[in-house]
């Protein structure tokens, strides 16, 4: 694990400029700041691109997309690309609709993004370049368990070819790779499928580890995901003790987020290398 | 009361579709998971009809009505019509404004609806097709109270009689009926006016409940509002027991509804039936 | 401090019509209901001078603009200047962008308004008619300490004078003015700074303490600030005490403020005078 990764991000304090979806954008600039970074929202096309000027990365989500934000999604993109920083996307059900689908090509097609984010479903349609995701949740057919983890390593080193980008396939196993090197993720809970924005948060989070952390892209995305599944077990174990709901686990996930340390995450990530 | 109601949820957690309001969207996808169903929140025109085909159940609320929208709202309501599925309404504000009214008579002209939630000003701007509302919340002059409950029920059936749909006028005491039998629901506290969203995660619960069991619209109806109501009994006395406020309450009151299985309904709920 | 100004707020529960940011709405909204008021949010072009014709004061938040929304900015402010109602105006990143900068100056043409309430980055923008915020947080070269708060008073001093509205500066010390009078806050925690929308929220309260207690708009202001501040007191005490994180404090902050009565505020407010 990059040594102080943590240190490097709340010494920064990243702006982080997010282009994402109206369910969850609260919870997003929240954990930014829980973890150490600073969110601007903007998605008018008349601002975009000097907002993304001021920040260190953009974050493109498209889990409410509408006509109105893609050409601000692209002209943020590129502006991103043109002044070298740090972009993730989070294609929230690409393959759901022809129109997220569409859009994620194009994204792909037009920015090159630093970290793509998405469920095995989501970066499959990508990888085929259409795809048949029911929703926004990964197709159970789809989910990466020990006995398909090699295809799915294979998936994501070939993904990382073609696109350059950092791929992270996120489930109950997550994996982050490049074209040469893969991290196999255990950390998390179950119960954080039972609150809605953990995966928006989480790309909000391996924007602000990337830009803190802009040497080692591959390992600060890994550690962005190890330590958000770490803070939902600590969150975990503090809802069962007070026998509480899942409203409290959203809360001591964020609270989680914002008291990690580089001791804490170094401690508890469960990081596995397969080159 | 439909027997297993929520375990007939929880087993199949049905997804959906919302065209929701900005303010309390996060709560309703909270609450929609909370209760064991699954969300979905889109509106752009391009891709409702085809995030509709992936649903269960398809909810309408206008509460941040804005013109982009309802041809979205029609054109996700009509593809639900088509394939039968579960429809909800929640005409927020209906009464209020011109294009809330309009808005609300031009989506129960070209959807049929399963059900609609509203308060008693909502609900009497409907049956009148015009309205005074001062806002969102019901005019004091209009509140159901035990003195006007027949007038309120005769209104309730004959809407539905006009509409083919279940009615639910919500309030300190809430009615649901078809155009035969009503129910009188007692649950609930007066804590849940003091947050936001209470109104739009009933309407979402309802959707869920209805999408699960599907042979009895107006029990499940029913029986998401006692949940919603006693939810938030549960929710005051935690609350009250730790001194704390609303926004403690709020917590408590999604927790419950991640707890509750159909033991407690059963047990707590206050229903009767007037047919 | 006007006396019993919170019983006042309390036992007139005014309407406060919002057209604000999509990141911190809920917030808001539970706010305004947690200290009093009752929040309505409307943004249509359409329908939003009936909805401002029911409120009792208007707040104009830019926090996530577009151009959609701002021809729906100056209907409602235009018309609550009409029907003589109190106008707030929150220009959040005034200075970071061109169109923020040009809006923010095009609603002060066109609107007059009661309170205008910034950072003093935004202030400054305001005042000089142009300017370079980095983001949504003052610039570190800008903030107010001992050492230049009486060039700070100067500053909101002259710019009441021209434009006729009360300037509430925020920082880690509060000046609220008019053009002959100024309050120097002293409540707050630095917590405050690692959640968002404690300023969109102060804003809102803001509208609803002076929607209530129009007979003195300059004290009405002081005391939202300083009632905001004490409750992010209060909230940091019970944080602490549980070793919890950021998102535990924003709800013992909400909590706070549905708990702060008259005697609390008057006994816990840290505002000197300075003529």
């Given at each position: 694990m990059i040594k102080h990764i943590i240190s490097h991000l709340k010494s920064q304090t990243p702006l982080i400029h997010c282009i994402t979806n109206y369910v969850t954008v609260n919870d997003v600039a929240n954990v930014l700041l829980a973890c150490g970074g600073s969110p601007i929202m903007a998605d008018d096309i008349q601002e975009v691109a000097e907002i993304t000027s001021i920040c260190s990365a953009t974050v493109i989500n498209i889990?409410?997309?509408?006509t109105r934000t893609i050409d601000a999604m692209l002209t943020a993109g590129k502006k991103a690309n043109e002044l070298g920083h740090i972009t993730v996307l989070d294609?929230?059900?690409?393959?759901?609709t022809k129109l997220r689908t569409e859009t994620t090509l194009r994204l792909l097609n037009e920015i090159q993004f630093s970290v793509i984010k998405g469920n095995i479903s989501e970066i499959k349609t990508i990888y085929q370049g259409s795809g048949t995701t029911k929703g926004v949740d990964a197709d159970i057919s789809d989910i990466v368990t020990e006995n398909n983890i090699d295809e799915a390593i294979a998936l994501a080193k070939e993904l990382s070819k073609k696109t350059n980008a950092v791929i992270a396939i996120t489930g109950v196993i997550d994996i982050i790779a490049d074209s040469k090197k893969a991290y196999i993720i255990k950390n998390?809970?179950?119960?954080?499928?039972?609150?809605?924005?953990t995966g928006c948060m989480l790309t909000a989070m391996i924007a602000a580890y990337c830009a803190s952390n802009t040497n080692d892209i591959l390992e600060a995305t890994a550690a962005a995901v190890s330590a958000m599944g770490l803070c939902g077990e600590m969150a975990y174990l503090q809802t069962q003790k007070a026998n509480a709901g899942t409203s409290s686990f959203r809360m001591h996930l964020i609270d989680a987020i914002s008291k990690l340390d580089d001791e804490t995450l170094t401690g508890g990530c469960n990081i596995e290398i397969r080159e």
């Open positions: 889990g409410t997309l509408n294609p929230v059900g690409a393959g759901a998390g809970h179950a119960m954080m499928s039972k609150i809605t924005g």
